[in-house]
């Protein structure tokens, strides 16, 4: 822009005007590998030589574009006078300033970017880790209790339940250890695994434990995080029997327009809600698990039942299949 409004005829100004932004052009390469060397050093050092070689960058294009002119109208060597020189290096050091502002803002920007998709990289990775953490968190009473409660109907030579309760032992763990503890199933998907632990458990309370499991219709294909339940269930049988003989235990799924609502209600001793570390730590997986799926959007509320018993209420966005 500046070369525009010159004088000098066109046979000379577009060859020129070419070698003059080919040269430009290598230079801010040159000056893009010595920033990165620059910016190694300290802040106070850096800047020096930043400017030095910004000053020494001008000068070698200003003597590159004025020989390169002379050379075309037919003369080796012309000195410039200071005019000359002041005006064309003050428009080489303008130009490669704005090119190092624009450089490092684009840069800065670029870097700042990267550094945002590194942090949500770890945070997801780290979401997934204390996710899988959470799921994996067998409690090792429900593996304690269930071996003995075989152990005990061998030897009362009871093999046949011993056999059908060993089985559904085999087809809950391998479900717990094989399935992606990220992965969401379907309500009819959760039922049939609740069902699968409630069989295992039937083996050892015999008639004491009755368990309803029920869904309104249009929530079979809701989705889920795996195995929610399970723990919960397991936490009224190991905290709600006390000193009765038998308990009751009801499941159900509803879902409305938008959510999707779980409730677990029993017929035990009921929360302790003076002391929540009594709880157990499946239900505070549980808690954990929703607000890292669903963080700001999940619901999870807990009492105890005027006529008796403890409930559960836990509602989350409702999801099928076809709407992911």
Known sequence: MIKMPGQEPWAIHLPHLLLDTCCGFFITLLLRRLY??????????????????LLAASLLWTQF???????????????????????WTSASLTMLATWTAG???????????????????????????????????????FMFNSINA???????????????????????????????PLAKITVQEEIA????????????????????????KGCNSALMPSLLLQPLVENALKHGIGNKNNIAIAVNFSCDDSRLHIRVSDSGTGFNLAEPASRGIGMKNCQDRLQ???????????????????WICMSIPLET???L
């Not at 695994?193 to 295992?200: A, F, N, V």
């Not at 890292?292 to 403890?310: H, Q, R, T, W």
Request: aromatic share 14%; with cysteine; glycine share 6%.
């Open 193 to 216: 695994l609740l069902q699968t632990y409630i069989d295992i458990e039937q083996c050892r309370f015999q008639s004491e434990l009755n368990v309803q499991i029920s869904a309104d």
């Open 65 to 87: 574009k004025w020989h390169t002119l002379q050379w075309f109208y037919g003369s080796w060597w012309q000195p410039m006078t200071w005019f000359d020189f002041g005006t």
């Open 321 to 323: 299949l076809e709407s």
């Open 36 to 53: 990165a060397w620059f910016r190694q050093e300290p802040a106070g050092v850096s800047v020096c030589l930043h400017i030095i070689c």
């Open 150 to 180: 075989i152990c005990t109907l061998i030897l009362k030579q009871h093999n046949a339940n011993a056999v059908t309760m060993l089985e559904k032992l085999c087809d809950f763990l391998r479900y717990s250890l094989y399935t992606d």
């Open 292 to 310: 890292l799926i669903y963080p700001g959007s999940s619901c999870f509320k807990l009492g105890n039942d005027e006529k008796g018993g403890a």
């Open 103 to 141: 450089y490092y803002g684009i840069k800065i920007y670029l870097d700042n970017a990267e550094q945002k998709h590194k942090a949500a990289e770890a945070l997801h990775l780290a979401k997934e880790s204390q996710l899988k953490m959470l799921r994996y968190q067998l409690n090792p009473h």
